[in-house]
């Protein structure tokens, strides 16, 4: 399990989501940001994140972890809305 920031030094955790998934399918990787952008959700779901939490609703965070790792594959994509659904209003 990766939790990953999207503003990185070096390469942005939407950069760097794909590279992940590439080297470890498996990996369940949680976007942990401040950005509240819906392109930004979708674009995080198009690179392979299982997740998206924003940083002002951090006490979520042990929540969403659990979701992330009792997911199976078949229901990670309705994890994945439910928890962008739930902890990032749309903009």
Request: hydrophobic fraction near 40%.
């Amino acid at each position: 399990m990766v939790i990953m920031d999207v503003t990185l030094p070096e390469l942005n955790g939407l950069a760097a989501t794909p590279e992940i998934k590439k080297a470890i399918p498996s990996a369940e990787i949680l976007i942990f940001t401040q950005h509240e952008s819906s392109q930004i959700i979708r674009e995080a779901r198009n690179a392979g994140a299982s997740g998206y939490l924003l940083k002002s609703q951090a006490n979520w965070l042990v929540t969403a972890l659990w979701r992330l790792g009792n997911t199976s594959r078949s229901s990670a994509a309705r994890t994945y809305r439910k928890l962008a659904r739930d902890y990032c209003p749309a903009s």
